[in-house]
């Protein structure tokens, strides 16, 4: 499967964003679904994560209650909703892809996720 991330852009402080994940290629449903962030200067950091089925997700502290991590298995798409943005959500974000079989318990770094689309970048302005 081939990932391509796109929605970002800038944006002020308290605003809403919605990135999309689309998929080509193999099977999407046979895959964890992940978002990553890395800011200038900063290691890439874990956001969410979805399960194949889109039952169940994972978020990091820092974005828990403002992101929402969804999926669409009949369009090969993912979603990350991300509301009442601030600026140290300012990054590059990357959705990424794994088995489940393999990624559920490393999920929180970049090094298990062996499917990796290009970025998109989010700026918020203060």
């Known amino acids: 499967v081939q990932l391509q991330a796109s929605g970002g852009g800038l944006v002020q402080a308290g605003d809403s964003l919605r990135l999309t994940c689309a998929a080509s290629g193999q099977s999407f449903s046979a895959y964890v679904l992940g978002w990553f962030r890395q800011a200038p200067g900063k290691e890439r950091e874990f956001v969410a994560a979805?399960?194949?089925?889109?039952?169940?997700?994972y978020y990091a502290d820092s974005v828990k209650g403002r992101f929402t991590v969804s999926r669409d298995n009949t369009k090969g798409a993912g979603y990350l909703q991300m509301n009442s943005l601030k600026p140290e959500d300012t990054a590059v974000y990357y959705c990424?892809?794994?088995?489940?079989?393999?990624?559920?318990?490393?999920?929180?770094?970049?090094?298990?996720?062996?499917?990796w689309g290009q970025g998109t970048l989010v700026t918020v302005s203060s």
């Open positions: 990424t892809a794994a088995p489940q079989s393999t990624i559920l318990s490393t999920m929180w770094t970049a090094r298990g996720w062996n499917i």
């Open positions: 979805i399960r194949r089925s889109g039952g169940t997700a």
